[in-house]
């Protein structure tokens, strides 16, 4: 028998489908799936079925000091128990055995930790093979060609492994005890996330410190046979051109002059042309930027890309490399997009240019090409609109590599009115070039008429705009993980999951990041007592050091030794500084969660989480001052900078992953909600004049007598509110009413509730007929309900087959799961979408 190994089971799937020629069938052994024809098998592993980790006795926090995890022993334990029984029960009968994972550092260590667990049961020959894309052409070509397992390669993957677990390991458990933060709100640290921390804290410095500077613009219009142009104001300044006028009264001066005429007398025309050169082929860093320019995360398109690869559809998304390898043929490649959909005309577009040359960047390796489609064209239909974006970015990406460079006619206009001098800089798109083919680059023209030395031009609406220098702006997560790779942190295959592990943490927030107090405070400390914990320098040298080790220069025991020896040097640093730490760190804690001084004793108020794990406002005084706020029951509060006057708070906002809201001030909503009078509109339903329900019946049966309950619209103090009984809380029957907007109670009755009908927002453009209570609850359950996987935001039939490959096949099996073991087994799927369906579920 023959067993082939992939990395998850998606791939293993479609390799199956592809070598049985779609003979292959599915069985389930150990709840894991084996594809099966012939005399072949194929199993998928999960990622990582072994995990590096500390021996038992290291595992209690109290009782181990974090500094003996430095020369702790370093083990390798199965984290995935039935898929690890699987492969070794199937190579046990296996005649020889092919890994088959992905092909770069991280799927080498993966094959490697195969091949161990293999040769735990059998002696039976092992070879390795290596494709880029998962399309037929290429995997039969693998599979005929098979190669041997690059234990280099997969040892520098594994160096990673043990010196990101020691690392993050002993600095998390120093910090989080330091700072007495223990449980699941511990202090992270990591190698490559610190340092990649500090570059987002860095940046917000600068902005803090960001001291604005006033300037003035002078603009007027110029018009030459009824058509009109912008001109700007500018003079010579020591020999270069300034157009930011930085004296308030020079600008004055200037536009008063000019404001003084009704005319320009052109002095200057000059016209040139400019190629614009088309971009060079997608490594993964511009990949991750020009899909973040279309509004997606870097985690969120890598996952996107990971599926497309696996489907066939484009090839592997992990490269540095931005030169296609010469056995590419991009005329063929072209050929298959001719008549497909919308691609087809720009492909034959393509096919009749003299000449088909394609662009190089400046790196070029030999491991993956770049990214690009494979000719394998997927139906629309079968895509999600996401996954079709962004696979049409990558077809149309490729395009643009083998188009014609576009040609732009400039033209500079200098003219003089009131002895200023004013210029305007028209654009003109004479030949698109690839342009046509990829709409992602600005194409965007700027008029201005042609005009000759000495021509008179009519000038009118001249103004003034005072403007300010503004601070730098925030990193973009592409720009991040650009300015990541420029400083050595991380890999093509990590980074985008660091600034994942960020936003987990609680360290950065908002799109594009920003550290909270928690992200200054760590930062701040490792800076003051070991900025090693924070240093880009160290981090680089030690993934230069893994370069090594894969290139064979180097072996993983010394980098790991290495690695153990400056960690030694940063607890150093530290031990006298444990008590310090600490205090700076948890006042740090204290502040992301302070919303304001307590009217009642002055001390702090809190956010704060029960033991039934809602969230309240609390005074810090407590047990002296018992003075509390609700919050909404929906959501994870966060403090915002916005603040109340009148109550000298902070506004609250409710992270509920799509259903996030502002609460507002905590104070406000409280006194809302004293401030208002129940409104009654009908009976209760369950207690109300007439109403006998089962629970209300005596032993014979006989109707017990009515509570005379009534309905009312009420406003909490947490500022919900709700339709609920007057009886409250011998009665808690209660309905649910949208947050925002007036209420009217009209005069239309429901006949079966004999209630009146709502209407939300009367007076608006759009209001809402919300109609009675009773009724638009039913419907809203019966339309929300969740009754399997698919009902939930997001899941589709083909992420809910995967959920089910990887044992998650019920809603209560999605209810027990941990987030970050599924987000390792199921491609395409994150921790933080896995807790906001398990929210969902909770709601």
């Excluded at 080498?108 to 399309?135: C, H, M, N, Q, W």
């Excluded at 030395?453 to 650009?482: H, N």
């Amino acid at each position: 028998m023959r067993l082939i190994i992939t990395e998850k089971d998606n791939a293993a799937r479609r390799i199956a489908e592809i070598l049985s020629e779609g003979s292959a069938s599915a069985q389930r052994r150990n709840g894991v799936n084996v594809y099966r024809w012939g005399d072949t098998r194929v199993v998928g592993l999960s990622g990582h079925v072994v995990g590096v980790d500390f021996p038992a006795e290291y595992s209690d926090w109290r009782d181990v000091e974090p500094v003996e995890l430095i020369d702790a022993d370093v083990t390798k334990e199965p984290t995935q128990e039935n898929i690890v029984t699987t492969l070794q029960q199937l190579a046990e009968k296996a005649d020889e055995a092919t890994i088959a994972t992905d092909y770069d550092r991280e799927g080498e260590l993966i094959g490697k930790e195969a091949y161990e667990l293999i040769r735990e049961v059998t002696d039976a020959p092992v070879d390795r093979v290596r494709f880029s894309s998962i399309t037929e052409r290429e995997v039969r070509e693998a599979f005929a060609n098979p190669d041997d397992i690059d234990f280099d390669l997969a040892a520098a993957g594994e160096a990673r492994q043990i010196i990101d677990l020691v690392w993050g390991a002993a600095l998390t458990r120093f910090l989080s005890l330091s700072a007495r933060q223990l449980g699941d709100d511990f202090i992270s640290v990591g190698r490559v996330q610190s340092p990649t921390l500090k570059l987002i804290v860095d940046r917000e410095r600068e902005i803090q410190a960001f001291d604005p500077e006033d300037y003035w613009e002078i603009f007027a219009d110029l018009q030459k046979n009824g058509a009109g142009f912008e001109a700007q104001y500018f003079y010579d300044d020591d020999g270069k051109e300034a157009e930011r006028v930085w004296d308030e009264g020079d600008a004055e001066a200037a536009y008063a002059d000019l404001q003084g005429v009704d005319a320009a007398t052109v002095t200057s025309v000059r016209r040139r042309t400019r190629t614009d050169s088309p971009p060079t082929p997608f490594n993964t860093t511009a990949f991750i930027s020009a899909a973040g320019s279309l509004g997606y995360s870097a985690q969120r398109a890598m996952s996107i890309a990971e599926e497309l690869y696996t489907a066939g559809y484009m090839t592997y998304p992990r490269t540095d490399n931005t030169v296609y390898p010469e056995d590419l043929d991009e005329e063929e490649l072209l050929d298959e997009f001719v008549g497909a959909g919308s691609f087809g005309e720009d492909a034959e577009s393509l096919l009749e240019q003299d000449e088909i040359t394609a662009t190089e960047g400046d790196e070029e390796t030999t491991d993956h090409p770049p990214i690009h489609p494979t000719g394998e064209i997927p139906p629309k239909v079968d895509l999600s609109d996401d996954e079709w974006e962004i696979y049409e970015l990558v077809v149309r990406r490729f395009f643009a590599t083998v188009a014609e460079a576009a040609t732009w006619e400039h033209l500079r206009v200098v003219a003089e009115a009131g002895g200023r001098s004013l210029k305007a800089n028209g654009k003109r798109l004479v030949e698109p070039g690839y342009h046509e083919v990829y709409p992602y680059s600005s194409a965007s023209e700027n008029h201005v008429p042609d005009v000759e030395e000495g021509e008179e031009l009519s000038m009118s609406d001249v103004r003034m705009e005072a403007k300010q220098t503004q601070p730098p702006r925030r990193y973009g997560q592409s720009r991040l993980i650009q300015t990541m790779e420029d400083r050595g942190l991380g890999t093509k295959s990590t980074r985008h999951n660091s600034i994942e592990k960020l936003y987990d943490r609680g360290y950065i927030e908002g799109d594009p990041p920003r550290p909270t107090t928690l992200a200054m405070a760590v930062v701040e400390a490792a800076e003051e007592f070991a900025d090693h914990v924070v240093s880009d320098e160290m981090t680089a040298q030690l993934e230069a050091d893994m370069t090594a080790i894969a290139n064979g220069e180097e072996t993983l025991d010394t980098v790991a030794d290495e690695s153990r020896e400056m960690l030694k040097r940063v607890f150093e640093e530290l031990r006298d500084s444990r008590e310090e730490i600490g205090d700076h760190l948890q006042e740090s804690l204290k502040a992301d969660k302070t919303l304001g001084p307590c009217p009642e004793c002055g001390e702090d108020m809190l956010i704060r989480r029960s033991r039934q794990g809602s969230y309240f406002v609390g005074c810090d005084g407590f047990p002296n001052c018992r003075n509390t706020l609700p919050l909404p029951s929906t959501g994870e509060p966060l403090v915002l900078d916005e603040h109340c006057e009148d109550h000298d708070m902070h506004h609250v906002k409710m992270l509920a992953g799509r259903d996030t809201f502002v609460h507002g001030c905590p104070r406000c909503e409280a006194e809302k909600a004293e401030e208002s009078e129940d409104e009654v509109i009908g009976p209760c339903p369950e207690c109300g004049a007439g109403v006998a329900p089962e629970e209300q019946r005596g032993e014979g049966g006989e109707a017990a007598e009515a509570h005379d309950g009534e309905l009312a619209i009420k406003h909490l103090r947490s500022g919900s509110r709700l339709v609920g009984c007057t009886r409250y809380p011998d009665c808690d029957y209660s309905l649910p009413l949208p947050r925002n907007g007036d209420i009217e109670v009209t005069d239309e009755f429901c006949e079966e509730h004999d209630l009146p009908e709502l209407v939300v927002d009367p007076d608006s453009d759009d209001p809402w007929e919300l109609g009675c209570p009773i009724c638009n609850f039913e419907e809203y359950q019966a339309r929300t309900a969740v009754e399997d996987l698919e009902d939930l935001n997001g899941i589709g039939s083909a992420t809910a087959e995967k959920l089910e490959d990887a044992g998650v096949d019920s809603l209560d099996a999605l209810r027990e799961v941990d987030p970050d073991v599924i987000a390792t087994e199921v491609q395409g799927v994150s921790a933080s979408q896995v807790r906001e369906w398990q929210g969902e579920l909770e709601a």
